[in-house]
């Protein structure tokens, strides 16, 4: 009830062992279209249970957005009800793995997966480490469009990954996820704009068109990019993924 901890057991090779999913996690490679899904915020505990699942994997929002455990029914029925914090870290996302791969009993394939995930990200973070201080760009990442402009400062895996990649996040004075309006983003003229926005066709040309944005450096130049959304917007995994769609959006002759 998590794409995050879907994206893992599915690595996992335990696609056919889910009797369920939450509606996000049901368009993810790999998940059979014939798993029945479920609203990962307002979960039907009763119907889930029909399907005698031996344990949930549930994302800790579920919990605090019903400001109690929605699942305790099932897990006082004899289910292992699984309760995966949101992962603010890449070290997070390492033990995340690790856990799940445990509990379903695969602990030596999810040292496996992160031994990859770190092999994948060290071929980036070599590179980035070279970049002398001086040539680091400064990106501004887009997590929702005009007009409800949202993005992220420090504590967020995302944050992470850009400095991994060699660059600065503009809001890495912030904290966690943020709202900003577009004049702040304006003033801080970073030299490129990242975008994982699936709201419309085409965000990167909307971007290039924003009113007032003309002048910033990344519009100016053309330096605005999308990532993976299923990549960047998942702690799991395919992070280094992510980082690497990063690295070549900022720095293309490098990577």
């Known amino acids: 009830m998590a794409p995050a901890c879907t994206s893992v057991i599915v690595r996992l090779g335990l696609a056919d062992a889910l009797v369920a999913v ?3 996690s049901a368009r993810l490679d790999g998940v059979s279209p014939n798993v029945p899904s479920f609203d990962m915020m307002k979960p039907d505990a009763e119907r889930i249970a029909e399907l005698n699942p031996s344990i949930i994997f549930v994302s800790s929002m579920t919990r605090d957005g019903a400001n109690s455990d929605p699942f305790k029914p099932i ?5 292992t009800v699984a309760y995966i914090p949101t992962s603010q870290s890449v070290q997070d ?20 997966i992160v ?3 770190d092999e994948q990200m060290e071929r980036v ?3 980035a480490r070279a970049i002398p201080e001086g040539e680091r760009k400064t990106v501004y990442f887009e997590i929702s469009p005009a007009p409800y402009l949202y993005s992220f400062g420090s504590g967020v895996y995302l944050d992470e990954l850009i400095a991994d990649a060699g660059a600065r996040n503009i809001f890495s004075r912030e904290k966690g996820w943020i709202a900003v309006n577009a004049e702040s983003v304006a003033l801080a003229n970073p030299d490129v704009i990242i975008t994982n926005d699936e709201s419309s066709a085409d965000p990167v040309a909307e971007i290039l068109s924003r009113p007032g944005w ?13 990532i993976d959304a299923n990549a ?3 702690p799991g995994p395919d992070v280094a993924r992510a980082l690497e769609e990063i690295a070549r959006a900022v720095y293309p002759e490098r990577f």
Request: net charge positive.
């Open 232 to 234: 960047s917007s998942r």
């Open 93 to 112: 996302i390492r033990d995340d793995i690790e856990r799940i791969a445990s509990l379903v009993g695969k602990e030596k394939e999810g040292k496996v």
């Open 115 to 117: 031994r990859e995930m």
């Open 214 to 226: 003309a002048g910033v450096a990344a519009v100016a130049n053309r330096r605005v990019f999308r």
């Open 125 to 127: 973070t070599s590179v």
């Open 75 to 79: 897990s006082d029925a004899g289910a």
């Open 22 to 24: 939450d509606s996000w």
